[in-house]
């Protein structure tokens, strides 16, 4: 809760302005970002490129309930074929549809603030920025920082997996209250998290008695610590979701099986997606390219592989980025910088400030959020967020700071109705288990 007690750092008789801002909030890929003068014409010998994250889109697209659905072509007329003179012609055929389908989500984002600091920081005088202005711009950051690391996952919202109870990544025994996962690169402290035995399965209860927050993280180790000892329940193999402070086992509060679809049940090749599988006759078309690199470096051969394979499937390998890490973007650029072919002069400015590398015509840039050893193909052009509100404060009552009764203060909601989803599977890829350093 915002007081006078927890905003103190920030006002002018304690500090020298302005307030530094010391968590990640690096650039939000999947929703592009404008400059701030809506140009981005910074001296780049390179045409620059539009990439303003993957736009909301309603053409086509109807809503029944709390769902989308789109028709898609699936299949041709196979009425066609060449005969003989006086021979009997081909049987009348038609085109072939289905449609997809998919449920929103619900995203929210909650403040309250005190009466006390609302007059307190009301002018500058007061603190360096007004109050109610600094946690509503920080809570929709905050929100979008969540929405969008939803957005590199498989639906389930998981946002890491228990690798060592005993051991962390370089074999050393792991101290009181720690873990080892397969990544840390969702969390920066403090966030509160529920624990799973397994994911996709609805209605399980959390392992867990009351939501336990992060205190500690050692990306070199790949370990987190809890603020409480999980060493009665946690065990390899089971699952962590980010969890309300209040969120206790008999009643979770938490994303568990709430998530919006994320690149990686996107862009497959197996799993079902949108009320389509892969696995059922007459849509076999409804899949990703998927190449594995078993654990190579990515260079052009394994991008040449991935895109080839995109353009052959769906006839279509334009209007693409390829989205990935840090890791895997520099090592591709370092392999470039060995054929004498990369400089800094030859990168590319996209329209949002994002500076790609380029294969074959097609940027590369990289997002903090990407899971360490994937790159995804993302075809623009077919991938959309369907979303029945953009980012809201709940004033439906005529108010965006609602009272508490019985309270000296006020309480702030954001939401966002939304889900991301594709209308051409196979205009995407992505590779997999890619030699990488990022943890």
């Not at 307190?120 to 905050?142: K, P, W």
Request: contains cysteine; negative net charge; proline residues 4%.
């Amino acid at each position: 809760m915002a007081d006078t007690a927890s905003f103190s750092a920030a006002m002018k008789t304690k500090f020298i302005g302005p307030i530094r801002d010391q968590l990640n909030s690096n650039k939000i890929l999947l929703f592009g970002l404008r400059t701030r003068d809506g140009d981005d014409k910074q001296d780049m010998p390179h045409a620059s490129r539009d990439f303003r994250g993957i736009v909301a889109d309603s053409t086509g697209i109807d809503f029944v309930g709390n769902e989308f659905r789109i028709p898609l072509r699936t299949s041709r007329n196979q009425g066609t074929g060449a005969r003989a003179e006086n021979a009997i012609l081909p049987a009348p055929g038609n085109q072939g549809y289905k449609y997809i389908s998919e449920a929103l989500r619900y995203f929210y984002g909650l403040f309250n603030i005190t009466g006390q600091l609302l007059k307190a920081s009301a002018t500058n005088e007061g603190a360096f920025r007004r109050a109610l202005q600094a946690e509503m711009e920080g809570l929709t950051d905050d929100l979008k920082r969540h929405v969008n690391i939803q957005a590199y996952g498989l639906g389930d919202g998981v946002i890491a997996t228990v690798a060592s109870t005993t051991v962390d990544a370089k074999g050393d025994a792991l101290p009181a209250n720690t873990v080892q996962l397969d990544s840390t690169i969702y969390f920066q402290g403090g966030e509160y998290v529920d624990i799973y035995a397994a994911p996709n399965v609805p209605g399980s209860a959390p392992l867990n008695a009351a939501a336990v927050y992060v205190t500690q993280i050692d990306r070199e180790r790949v370990t987190v610590t809890f603020s409480a000892d999980p060493s009665g329940y946690i065990a390899d193999g089971q699952v962590i979701v980010r969890a309300s402070s209040d969120s206790v086992q008999a009643f979770p509060n938490n994303d568990y099986m709430d998530a919006i679809n994320g690149l990686r049940n996107i862009i497959d090749d197996t799993e079902p997606l949108h009320g389509l599988d892969p696995a059922n006759a007459g849509e076999s078309f409804w899949r990703s390219s998927v190449v594995d690199a078993e654990g190579n470096t990515i260079g052009d051969d394994l991008l040449r592989r991935l895109k080839d394979a995109v353009g052959f499937e769906s006839g279509s390998d334009e209007e693409m980025v390829l989205i990935t890490t840090r890791g895997i973007r520099n090592r591709y650029a370092q392999e470039l910088v060995a054929y004498k072919r990369f400089n800094d002069a030859q990168s590319v400015k996209l329209r949002g400030g994002f500076t790609a590398l380029l294969f074959d015509e097609t940027p590369m840039v990289y997002d903090d959020h990407c899971p360490s050893g994937h790159l995804f193909a993302v075809n623009t052009d077919a991938m959309f967020w369907s979303q029945m509100s953009d980012w809201e404060w709940m004033e439906e009552d005529g108010e965006v700071l609602k009272w508490e009764p019985r309270y000296d203060r006020y309480v702030g909601i954001l939401f966002k109705y939304c889900n991301l989803g594709t209308w051409a599977r196979n205009r995407h890829g992505k590779i997999v288990n890619a030699e990488d350093d990022v943890k």
